[in-house]
Nanobody
Framework: QVQLLESGGGLVQAGGSLRLACAAS????????MAWFRQAPGSEREFVAA????????NYADSLKGRFTISRDVAKNTVYLQMNSLKPEDTAVYYC?????????????????WGQGTQVTVSS
């Protein structure tokens, strides 16, 4: 059974940083694309960043470029999201997602597996 387990969320002041981690189990995703999405209350789930197998390519939401960095440790089957200069509008539940395939993109439907999410709250 495939599981994606997010960790690293929490409460942080504006301007601070957090590093999220997503550990995958049940199968290896070394060759597959993994991504982060987020969903704020009353909003749709939105794309944050994605990374292809072995980290060859990355893709970011335009509004987050320069503040967020996605990376992965293939040996640990784990993907990370480093978030810097956090703003109150970054407050959301952050979800890890994994695809069976190698395509990279921002569409929710591209991803086959999802974690339960981790709450990130940025106070002003």
């Amino acid at each position: 059974q495939v599981q994606l387990l997010e960790s690293g969320g929490g409460l942080v002041q504006a301007g601070g940083s957090l590093r999220l981690a997503c550990a995958a189990s049940g199968r290896t995703f070394s060759g597959a694309t993994m991504a982060w999405f987020r969903q704020a209350p009353g909003s749709e789930r939105e794309f944050v960043a994605a990374i292809t197998g072995r980290g060859g390519s990355t893709n970011y939401a335009d509004s987050l470029k320069g503040r967020f960095t996605i990376s992965r440790d293939v040996a640990k089957n784990t993907v990370y999201l480093q978030m810097n200069s956090l703003k109150p509008e970054d407050t959301a539940v952050y979800y890890c997602a994994a695809a069976r395939g190698v395509r990279i993109g921002a569409a929710v439907g591209l991803y086959d597996y999802w974690g339960q999410g981790t709450q990130v709250t940025v106070s002003s």
